[in-house]
């Protein structure tokens, strides 16, 4: 109950920050607008949808971590947490509280990437709920890396490693606009190594529904989600006890 | 009963004494304001009284309870209005009250009626549904009073509870603490005399880590030989006190 009224306040805060809905929602659909339209006019297979969603899906979750690591930085930042620290709520519930409403928040984002994949030629079909069904797993990696990013930096430290860093790797790094074997390699052993590439690959794997290649990538993201979000609460209780 | 019973309190960061072998007495329902130049280890004590910080060494009974092994407890007996306004920007002020509430476990009936209260004590009616991050700095130090009342705390810590106000928001402000006094002991941590003076039953004046001088302000102004508090306190702070 004391978590959920945390949770609550959280899915407030996000859903009223016009820049969170302008970057989160707006624009990704922008991209997946923009390159498909420069798809239209191409001889070649560039950014065909098929291909093009799953990885805008995938790449709008990097402003998730931003949403979320904003939030707790700004929180830490106005002394909100401090006084939240004197209340009955446990570590529990501020970790649960700053995770929970961001789920709902990431798989709205993909169904709103994936309708308006439809409207632009992708055919609707059931494999479409289980690449949705793969964002949250995906999604955890994202809110792991933006609890850890709140834990340790100050909201504008969140701008520049969140909002530049991340979203550069996330968007580099994973495939989403080039074939990373065009690349080839150090750059690609690193895209390789990281989770970026995997959890694009998951949700093309689940849409095309090549159930085969679900698991080894599954495996990739949710190794990286585990050790962040270990990692994120270690951060988080020791900037708690450090309050 | 004292409210709250300060043993040898220490804190130190590596090699800075922030806090040093800190004893005194608060009894119930007084309010004690620490005083003390930047750094005179105000605001470390606040924090350690109020569990946010572990003591190094020493120990503070709060209503008997203990701040190293009853954090818990303490916890409930207390509240904290920090030195930043701590408010939920994009939340409006009732979200805000109904936030602390929550987080308090109070249902809906003592939800209402507890906001209804805190209305009334601190004035918010004509702002209850405004976003607290577009308030001026006066409402917004209200609300945060105000959330820290919300769980009836029996000691409510005041980190510069008036800082950056204006005249007439410090004057406000000032009605509603000594509203509190006698019902709530209050710990109040400022940098102006004479908000000091025309609050506390009793202050305690801080100089590195150290309590240098504790008793009413007519009492610090004797012992000071001065008929201006904030003389008696620059005396005492420069050691010059008779």
């Given at each position: 109950?004391?978590?959920?009224?945390?949770?609550?306040?959280?899915?407030?805060?996000?859903?009223r920050?016009?820049?969170n809905?302008?970057?989160?929602?707006?624009?990704?659909?922008?991209?997946?607008?923009?390159?498909?339209?420069?798809?239209?006019?191409?001889?070649?297979?560039?950014?065909?949808?098929?291909?093009?969603?799953?990885?805008?899906?995938?790449?709008?979750?990097?402003?998730?971590?931003?949403?979320?690591?904003?939030?707790?930085?700004?929180?830490?930042?106005?002394?909100?947490?401090?006084?939240?620290?004197?209340?009955?709520?446990?570590?529990?519930?501020?970790?649960?509280?700053?995770?929970?409403?961001?789920?709902?928040?990431?798989?709205?984002?993909g169904?709103?990437?994936?309708?308006?994949?439809?409207?632009?030629?992708?055919?609707?079909?059931?494999?479409?709920?289980?690449?949705?069904?793969?964002?949250?797993?995906i999604?955890?990696?994202?809110?792991?890396?933006?609890?850890?990013?709140?834990?340790?930096?100050?909201?504008?430290?969140?701008?520049?490693?969140?909002?530049a860093?991340?979203?550069?790797?996330?968007?580099?790094?994973?495939?989403?606009?080039?074939?990373?074997?065009?690349?080839?390699?150090?750059?690609?052993?690193i895209?390789?190594?990281?989770?970026?590439?995997?959890?694009?690959?998951?949700?093309?794997?689940?849409?095309?529904?090549?159930?085969?290649?679900?698991?080894?990538?599954?495996?990739?993201?949710?190794?990286?989600?585990a050790a962040?979000?270990?990692?994120?609460?270690?951060?988080?209780?020791?900037?708690?006890?450090?309050? | 009963?004292?409210?709250?019973?300060?043993?040898?309190?220490?804190?130190?960061?590596?090699?800075?004494?922030?806090?040093?072998?800190?004893?005194?007495?608060?009894?119930?329902?007084?309010?004690?304001?620490?005083?003390?130049?930047?750094?005179?280890?105000?605001?470390?004590?606040?924090?350690?009284?109020?569990?946010?910080?572990?003591?190094?060494?020493?120990?503070?009974?709060?209503?008997?309870?203990?701040?190293?092994?009853?954090?818990?407890?303490?916890?409930?007996i207390?509240?904290?209005?920090?030195?930043?306004?701590?408010?939920?920007?994009?939340?409006?002020?009732?979200?805000?009250?109904?936030l602390?509430?929550?987080?308090?476990?109070?249902?809906?009936?003592?939800?209402?009626?507890?906001?209804?209260?805190?209305?009334?004590?601190?004035?918010?009616?004509?702002?209850?549904?405004?976003?607290?991050?577009?308030?001026?700095?006066?409402?917004?130090?209200?609300?945060?009073?105000?959330m820290?009342?919300?769980?009836?705390?029996?000691?409510?810590?005041?980190?510069e509870?008036?800082?950056?106000?204006?005249?007439?928001?410090?004057?406000?402000?000032?009605?509603?603490?000594?509203?509190?006094?006698?019902?709530?002991?209050?710990?109040?941590?400022?940098?102006?005399?004479?908000e000091?003076?025309a609050?506390?039953?009793?202050?305690?004046?801080?100089?590195?880590?150290?309590?240098?001088?504790?008793?009413?302000?007519?009492?610090?102004?004797?012992?000071?030989?001065?008929?201006?508090?904030?003389?008696?306190?620059?005396?005492?702070?420069?050691?010059?006190?008779?």
């Amino acid at each position: 109950m004391r978590m959920l009224t945390l949770a609550k306040r959280n899915t407030k805060e996000i859903l009223r920050d016009p820049i969170n809905l302008g970057f989160g929602l707006g624009f990704p659909l922008v991209l997946i607008l923009l390159l498909s339209a420069i798809q239209a006019s191409i001889p070649v297979s560039l950014f065909e949808i098929e291909r093009l969603a799953p990885g805008i899906a995938v790449f709008g979750l990097s402003f998730v971590t931003l949403f979320s690591a904003t939030l707790i930085s700004k929180d830490r930042g106005s002394s909100l947490l401090q006084r939240l620290y004197t209340t009955p709520l446990t570590p529990a519930d501020f970790i649960l509280g700053y995770t929970l409403p961001i789920l709902p928040l990431s798989l709205a984002q993909g169904l709103i990437c994936y309708l308006v994949a439809i409207l632009l030629g992708l055919s609707p079909s059931v494999n479409i709920l289980i690449a949705l069904a793969f964002i949250i797993p995906i999604s955890l990696l994202y809110i792991a890396l933006g609890l850890l990013c709140g834990s340790v930096l100050n909201d504008k430290q969140v701008g520049g490693i969140c909002g530049a860093l991340l979203t550069n790797l996330s968007a580099w790094l994973s495939g989403i606009w080039f074939d990373l074997e065009l690349v080839g390699g150090v750059f690609e052993k690193i895209a390789n190594i990281l989770p970026f590439l995997h959890a694009v690959e998951l949700e093309r794997a689940a849409l095309a529904g090549n159930f085969a290649e679900i698991t080894g990538h599954l495996l990739w993201v949710l190794g990286y989600a585990a050790a962040t979000l270990f990692l994120a609460i270690l951060l988080f209780l020791r900037q708690m006890k450090r309050q | 009963m004292n409210a709250i019973e300060i043993r040898g309190l220490t804190k130190k960061y590596g090699t800075l004494v922030a806090v040093d072998s800190l004893s005194l007495t608060v009894g119930e329902g007084e309010l004690f304001s620490l005083l003390g130049v930047n750094g005179a280890g105000k605001t470390t004590t606040v924090k350690m009284l109020s569990c946010l910080t572990a003591p190094t060494e020493g120990d503070a009974l709060l209503l008997g309870k203990s701040i190293r092994e009853s954090t818990t407890e303490v916890k409930s007996i207390i509240a904290v209005s920090p030195q930043e306004t701590a408010v939920a920007a994009g939340l409006s002020v009732r979200e805000n009250l109904e936030l602390i509430c929550g987080v308090h476990g109070f249902d809906r009936e003592k939800r209402e009626r507890k906001i209804g209260e805190l209305c009334e004590l601190l004035g918010l009616s004509e702002v209850i549904n405004r976003r607290a991050g577009r308030l001026s700095g006066g409402w917004q130090r209200r609300v945060s009073i105000a959330m820290a009342l919300v769980s009836e705390p029996k000691i409510l810590f005041l980190d510069e509870p008036t800082l950056g106000l204006d005249v007439i928001a410090r004057s406000e402000l000032w009605d509603i603490i000594r509203a509190l006094k006698g019902n709530v002991t209050v710990i109040l941590t400022t940098h102006y005399m004479e908000e000091a003076e025309a609050l506390s039953d009793r202050v305690g004046i801080m100089k590195d880590g150290r309590l240098l001088a504790c008793d009413t302000p007519d009492g610090i102004k004797a012992l000071c030989g001065t008929d201006n508090f904030e003389q008696a306190f620059i005396r005492v702070v420069k050691g010059v006190a008779k």
